[in-house]
T-cell receptor, first 117, second 116 residues
Framework: AQKVTQAQTEISVVEKEDVTLDCVYE???????LFWYKQPPSGELVFLIR??????QNEISGRYSWNFQKSTSSFNFTITASQVVDSAVYFC??????????????FGKGTTLSVSS | NAGVMQNPRHLVRRRGQEARLRCSPM?????VYWYRQLPEEGLKFMVY????????ESGMPKERFSAEFPKEGPSILRIQQVVRGDSAAYFC??????????????FGPGTRLTVT
């Protein structure tokens, strides 16, 4: 069975703190994709990153960085120097590899991040 | 470049009525997905469609729910005889045709369905 676990339900930090959101996944597939999405209070879902299972390089995009560890089945997300605008629900998701575009995403339950000033 | 469009954004229905949710994919996208988000839950896959075809409906409830993506016009998620448990946010996502190497699903703003 495929599953995504985000053990942290809620995290509260003060502005400028670094924060890491954990994501652990389960799959029997050898090839798969991992994603992070952000859902701000306005409710829409914003795509942040996609990572292939065969690419374990960490990625940095501005204040965001992602640490993919295949050995521990984890795909953690770190926000450096958090800002109030980072307050949102963050979802980690998994999909099996498909050489076509269409496969279902399996989402974790999300982590609610609150950043106070 | 318009994103995924969903309407209405909010929909209130009484128990027993029908709900119709519409989704227009991003320009150039031919794959549409519907997900449901119950309160305090993550998103759950419902159905995946291409034009005039249902590819995967493994997440659709067996009764009262149906989806279509006609040759012309938006994709429609239809819920007949709604019950209070159908109250949720329904998200539509789209992705490009196969072979482009891009597998991200881009989500619309969602439709919040409230059943009274």
């Amino acid at each position: 069975a495929q599953k995504v676990t985000q053990a942290q339900t809620e995290i509260s930090v003060v502005e400028k703190e670094d924060v890491t959101l954990d994501c652990v996944y389960e799959t029997r597939d050898t090839t798969y994709y991992l994603f992070w999405y952000k859902q701000p209070p306005s409710g829409e879902l914003v795509f942040l990153i996609r990572r292939n299972s065969f690419d374990e390089q960490n990625e940095i995009s501005g204040r965001y960085s992602w640490n993919f560890q295949k050995s521990t089945s984890s795909f953690n997300f770190t926000i450096t120097a958090s800002q109030v605008v980072d307050s949102a629900v963050y979802f980690c998701a998994l999909s099996p590899f498909c050489n076509q575009a269409g496969t279902a995403l399996i989402f974790g339950k999300g982590t609610t991040l609150s950043v106070s000033s | 470049n318009a994103g995924v469009m969903q309407n209405p954004r909010h929909l209130v229905r009484r128990r027993g009525q029908e709900a119709r949710l519409r989704c227009s994919p991003m320009k150039g996208h031919s794959h549409v997905y519907w997900y449901r988000q119950l309160p305090e839950e993550g998103l759950k896959f419902m159905v995946y469609l291409q034009k005039e075809n249902i590819i995967d409906e493994s997440g659709m409830p067996k009764e009262r729910f149906s989806a279509e993506f006609p040759k012309e016009g938006p994709s429609i998620l239809r819920i007949q005889q709604v019950v209070r448990g159908d109250s949720a946010a329904y998200f539509c996502a789209s992705s490009p045709p196969s072979g482009t190497g891009a597998y991200e699903q881009y989500f619309g703003p969602g439709t919040r369905l409230t059943v009274t």
